[in-house]
């Protein structure tokens, strides 16, 4: 139950609010401001309602000061003997949320409380989002430029309900930083649905993201809700938008732009409220161009836009992402040492793979180089030794742990190899995985696999 204090010296006015309020609220009252700024700590109401006429001591508006210094997140509203102008806009500057006079009616009075009251759970809600996102950030290792600036995107982005389009090379994280706007927004409490446009086929799109009804086409067995309709009131995260289909872009903009959704083999529109945030490592602008992406959708998806900067170009935040990956997947090799130089070469890598890449070659690395210093010829890019000539590679640490995980290990390596090598981009996942010689789904699932491990 919410807790009122009333600061007030009339007793009478005070047992007619209490009889008022008592049902509603758990109230305590203080005869003196001084009492009252006392017992804030003991009671830590939710709202104060404060005499503007204190007879004995400090005045009203002296308190009404304190109040608002001390305890900036608690809602005060004055209550005056008479409505005069003068009165109002004094308290009104010196931070009071509202006024009521007591000879107000019940109803009313209530009406002013209820609103101190939702500014009060607004004001907490701010601050536990405000530290849920900054925890979230935590999570993004480095403090470069390019880094505080896509944080900075980040927390406008949580701030709003624009659609947002996340764009960036593979490997760079972009699913984690669409849970991480998801996770800071007012949504946050709703579903978070995930829909990964490149893995779905062609003829399921609809089925899969708007649903179907029973009976609608062969082996529609029973009615499905579509991913559309359980974002409902959470976020929607469509994963490599570029890959969508020309014709599943237009009901995808008409389900944006008019808030309804019509399943598959049903007459009946569907109201859905949900926020759109869109990822994908294509250049959009050159699919428009080609044809294969919609303006119009562009326009919408493209409210917001964080573009997550390649690893290239936050050399800075090497040494932090190198110390994070040692903890992560070697936690007991605390005193390897690094030998001179080692980072000044692997800033100068291009890293096309970026994070997941350099997340892969810093585990074959520790694992080549043994229980000696760690230097640039234990790293590999794409198969070729960083800049010094390759050495063999030294498996003790592997044949340490049982075969099947020590292959595991090494199948995980080979196909970030793969992902970091094909899927670039100016390609499709679909092309892509025909030339690895793999299905797009299980091309998908690697690259799922390989996002969520960085």
């Keep these: ?45 939710d709202l104060v309602l404060l005499d503007y006429d204190l007879g004995e001591g400090a005045s009203g508006l002296d308190i009404l000061r304190r109040l608002v210094s001390e305890h900036p997140d608690v ?35 209530l009406d002013v409380i209820r609103k101190g009251l939702a500014l009060r759970q607004v004001k907490q809600e701010n601050v536990w989002l405000r530290r849920r996102l900054q925890e979230s950030l935590g999570q993004m290792i480095g403090d470069s430029p390019a880094i505080r600036r896509v944080k900075q995107e980040i927390r ?10 996340i764009t960036g090379e593979t490997g760079t994280g972009k699913t984690m930083i669409a849970r991480m706007i998801h996770e800071a927004s007012g949504r946050r409490q709703q579903a978070f649905v995930e ?68 399943r598959v083999g049903s007459l009946k ?33 493209n409210q917001q836009r964080i573009r997550i900067p390649p690893l290239r170009e936050r050399a800075d935040d090497l040494p932090a992402l190198l110390r994070y990956f040692l903890h992560k997947h070697f936690p007991g090799r605390t005193g390897l040492e690094l030998a001179p130089g080692t980072l000044d070469v692997l800033a100068e890598q291009a890293w096309p793979g970026n994070v997941r890449e350099f997340e892969s070659a810093v585990q074959l690395a520790v694992v080549r180089c043994g229980e000696g210093p760690l230097s640039a010829a234990h790293f590999n890019l794409g198969g070729q030794a960083v800049r010094t000539p390759a050495q063999e590679a030294d498996y003790s640490l592997l044949t340490d742990r049982p075969f099947a995980e020590a292959r595991d290990v090494l199948l995980d ?20 995985a025909e030339q690895i010689g793999i299905s797009r789904e299980v091309l998908h699932r690697w690259m799922k696999d390989l996002e969520q491990d960085s």
């Design 413 to 432: 390596q080979l196909r970030r190899a793969y992902v970091e090598r094909f899927v670039t981009g100016d390609v499709s996942v679909k092309d892509a």
């Design 156 to 165: 406008e982005a949580a701030a709003t309900d624009l659609s947002v389009l």
């Design 195 to 262: 829909v990964n446009v490149s893995a779905i086929e062609r003829e399921l799109f609809n089925s899969e993201v708007f649903g179907h009804e029973k009976g609608s086409f062969t082996g529609a067995v029973g009615t499905k809700r579509g991913l559309t309709e359980l974002a409902h009131r959470g976020t929607l995260f469509l994963d490599e938008i570029g890959d969508m289909d020309p014709q599943a872009q237009i009901k995808l903009l008409t389900a944006i732009e008019s808030g309804l959704i019509r």
């Design 75 to 109: 809602p005060v509203i004055m209550v005056t003997k008479e409505s005069g102008v003068r009165t109002i806009v004094r308290a009104m500057k010196q931070g009071a949320f509202d006024y009521v006079v007591k000879n107000t009616s019940r109803e009313d009075f």
């Design 1 to 45: 139950m919410e807790r009122i204090l009333i600061v007030d010296d009339n007793e009478e006015f005070v047992e007619d609010t209490l009889l008022g309020l008592r049902r509603h609220y758990e109230c305590h009252w203080a005869e003196t401001g001084e009492v009252g700024l006392e017992r804030m700590s003991s009671v830590e109401p």
């Design 269 to 301: 529109d569907i109201q859905v409220d949900f926020r759109l945030v869109a990822a994908t490592h294509q250049a959009l602008e050159e699919r428009i161009r080609q044809g294969l992406m919609r303006q119009d959708l562009f326009y919408r998806i």
